[in-house]
C-alpha cells in the first residue's frame, strides 16, 4: 500500500509540475506577441529621445562656447561644491548683507539668508560656467558686483565675512 501511495504522490506531484511548465509557455507565447507588436513603437521612441537629446547636447556645447567656457580647464565638480555651498548659507537661517563703512559697523542691503540664495543661485550658474577652481568660485560669490564683501549674522552675533564663514563651515562639514 505504501508504494501505491508514493506512486499516486508522484503522479500528482508530476501533473501539477506539467501543468506550471505549460503555463509558463503559455505565459512566454503572450509576452513574445506583446513585445513583437509594441517593439518598433518603443524603437522609433527611443529613437527621437536619442535625437533630442544629441540636439540639447549641441546646443549646451554652443553657449559654453559662447560664454568663452569651452576652453577653461575647470573642476568638475565645482556644480556640487557651488550647491553644498549655498545650501549651507540658507540653513543657516541668518541675514546677509554688506558691511557699513561709517556709524555703527553693521549690515546694509540686509536679505534673509534664504532670499539672498535664490537670487545667488542665479549668480552661481554662470559662475560654475566661467571659474576655474573653487578658491575662484567662492571668491565671486562672496562679493557682490562692484567688489564689495558679503557678510554674514546669524542671531544678533558680529556680522562675519561671508568667505570666512563658509570656510569655518566647510572645514565641519566635509
Known sequence: MFKWSCLALAVVAMGF???????????IKQATVTVNTQLPEIL??????????A????????????????????????VAYADRVLDLIEASGGRVGLKKKLLGGGLKDVSPAEQWVV??????????????SREEL????????????????????????????????LADHP
Open 119 to 132: 537670487a545667488a543661485r542665479k549668480e552661481a550658474l554662470w559662475l560654475v560656467m566661467r571659474a576655474k
Open 17 to 27: 509540475l506539467g501543468w506550471m511548465v505549460n503555463d509558463l509557455r503559455t505565459e
Open 55 to 78: 540636439v540639447l547636447a549641441e546646443d549646451v556645447r554652443q553657449v559654453r562656447d559662447l560664454s568663452g567656457a569651452a576652453d577653461i580647464a575647470r573642476d568638475k565638480t565645482l
Open 138 to 169: 567662492l571668491e565671486r560669490l562672496c562679493k557682490n558686483k562692484f567688489g564689495s564683501d558679503w557678510h554674514i549674522q546669524e542671531n544678533n552675533d558680529k556680522p562675519v565675512p561671508l568667505r570666512d564663514w563658509i570656510s569655518g563651515r
Open 44 to 53: 522609433n521612441k527611443t529613437r527621437d529621445t536619442a535625437e533630442t537629446v
